[in-house]
């Protein structure tokens, strides 16, 4: 087994994780079957030793691989649950009341729970509530003055213990004061639900995507390899009148697919 040089020359380690991406990508190792040996992978490749450990350590710097002592290297699976950030509900969901209107935008709090229950996984979630200074994005988005309170509400969901997401929404104190959402607990209906009692029912929404590395904390919460990045989804929802809330997720690249559903789908078969 050879290691393709490709059109542009790179360390022979970096090739020869490559090709184990690949070989991994195409299922020849799943579940508890151990990788070969080193040795092994020496004689499969050609290549010298320290090649075979810089290769595998990069791979367990990604979060692939995990090595167990005394057992051997073993995939790090971590299962990919789909959600659906955007567009359409799933077959059966209900909306709520203030929702009816639109299909075009985030399904409700309910709709983690009912993913996680569709893929057989358990979702719980730590919750809290901040007031802190607006960050500037934030505040640019919230027609702030950068530095001005906003109320954070803040939850850190977990699919099987695991860490999954982090999410934050960020609202005026303004809209927030003297409602559930000052609360330290989860509302019933979700934060929608008081949203649209206050006549600001969410009926638009921009989202903003970019992938990068975590920092110290948000590492040690998400307990992920050192070279796994996090998917970054900031929302900013809008009434009629304007903007109403920012909501930031935060994502580890290899536990989530975010779906977005755009345009007539009445053709696309029901999975």
């Known amino acids: 087994m050879t290691i393709s040089s490709g059109s542009v020359p790179s360390p022979k380690y970096q090739r020869l994780a490559a090709d184990l991406r690949r070989r991994i990508a195409a299922g020849e190792w799943r579940g508890e079957v151990a990788l070969p040996v080193e040795s092994e992978l020496e004689q499969q490749y050609g290549v010298a030793r320290n090649t075979v450990r810089l290769a595998v350590d990069v791979l367990v710097n990604e979060g692939r691989l995990v090595r167990l002592q005394g057992k051997g290297t073993f995939l790090r699976e971590h299962p990919v649950l789909d959600h659906c950030a955007f567009g359409p509900l799933p077959a059966g969901a209900v909306l709520p009341a203030q929702r009816e209107a639109t299909t075009a935008l985030a399904a409700p709090s309910t709709t983690y729970a009912e993913e996680a229950s569709a893929a057989g996984r358990v979702l719980s979630a730590e919750f809290e509530m901040l007031i802190v200074r607006a960050r500037v994005d934030v505040a640019e988005w919230l027609g702030l003055r950068p530095g001005e309170a906003v109320v954070v509400r803040r939850q850190l969901r977990l699919m099987d213990r695991e860490p999954y997401s982090i999410e934050e929404s960020h609202y005026r104190a303004g809209v927030a004061a003297g409602t559930a959402l000052m609360e330290p607990d989860p509302v019933p209906g979700g934060d929608e639900a008081v949203l649209a009692e206050l006549g600001r029912a969410e009926v638009g929404a921009v989202d903003q995507l970019v ?45 989530c697919r975010l779906v977005y559903a755009l345009g007539e789908l009445s053709a696309r078969p029901v999975t």
């Not at 904390?217 to 070279?227: N, R």
């Open 211 to 255: 992938s990068r590395m975590p920092g110290p904390e948000e590492a040690q919460w998400f307990q992920g390899g050192p070279g796994v990045p996090l998917l970054v989804q900031t929302r900013v929802s809008y009434d009629r009148r304007g903007p109403v809330r920012v909501i930031e997720t935060r994502y580890s690249a290899d536990r």
